[in-house]
C-alpha cells in the first residue's frame, strides 16, 4: 500500500511540476508576444503591456526585421526631413498622421519649439531630446517601424524614425526613436510620447 500512495504522490509531483514549468513559460512567451516595443524605444510607462494591459490587436504595414538601413556619415548629411512618405502611406498611416508626423520632424530641423509642439498633446517636454545640444542638426532618413495596436481597447499608432544627429564637432550620430499616437477626447490623432 505505501508504494503504491509513492507512486500516484510521485505522478502529482511529476504533474504538478510540468504544469508549474508549463505556465512559466508560457507566461515569458506572452510578455515577449505584449512587448512589441521598436528595438531602440520603450512603450510609453502607462502603454506598457503587463498582466493588466493587454494589446489586443496589431497590425504593421512592414516588418522591420531584416531591413538594412544606410549609416549617415560626415559626407553624406544633409540636414533636413528626407523620408518617402508616399512610400509609406497606407492604411492608418494615413495624410493626417503624416502631416503630423513630418510638421514635427520639420520643426526639429528648423529649431522651431512652437512648431515641434503643435501636435503634441498639452504639456509634453519632448524638447528636451532635440532642443538640449545648441548647433546640433538632425537628418531624418527612413522609417523602421509601422504598427497600430489596441491596447486595452486604446488604440495607439507606434511610427519608429531613423535619423542622424550631427553634432557641434561634426561627429554625426546614427539613431532611432519612436512616436506614439493616441486620439484625445475629441477623436483626433496627437503625438502622446517620444522615446
Known amino acids: 500500500m505505501n508504494k503504491r500512495y509513492y507512486v500516484i504522490f510521485s505522478v502529482v509531483m511529476t504533474v504538478f511540476l510540468l504544469q508549474s ?52 556619415g560626415v559626407e553624406d548629411f544633409k540636414k533636413g526631413v ?53 548647433n546640433a542638426q538632425f537628418m531624418f532618413n527612413d522609417l523602421d517601424l509601422l504598427e497600430k495596436i489596441t491596447i486595452d481597447g486604446r488604440e495607439q499608432i507606434r511610427i519608429g524614425v531613423q535619423y542622424a544627429k550631427k553634432h557641434e564637432d561634426g561627429s554625426v550620430e546614427n539613431t532611432a526613436i519612436t512616436y506614439f499616437f493616441t486620439k484625445n477626447k475629441e477623436g483626433n490623432w496627437l503625438i502622446e510620447n517620444i522615446d
Do not use: W
Open 82 to 134: 528626407f523620408i518617402d512618405f508616399e512610400r509609406y502611406k497606407k492604411d492608418f498611416f494615413n495624410d493626417d498622421i503624416i502631416s503630423k508626423l513630418k510638421g514635427n520632424l520639420e520643426g526639429i530641423v528648423e529649431n522651431d519649439k512652437a512648431k515641434f509642439k503643435v501636435h503634441l498633446y498639452e504639456g509634453s517636454q519632448k524638447e528636451s531630446l532635440f532642443f538640449d545640444e545648441e
Open 21 to 72: 514549468a508549463c505556465t512559466a513559460s508560457g507566461g515569458d512567451s506572452m510578455n515577449e508576444i505584449n512587448q512589441t516595443n521598436h528595438s531602440s524605444s520603450k512603450t510609453p510607462v502607462s502603454q506598457t503591456p503587463t498582466s493588466t494591459n493587454v494589446i489586443t490587436e496589431s497590425e504593421r504595414l512592414f516588418d522591420p526585421e531584416g531591413l538594412e538601413f544606410k549609416e549617415i
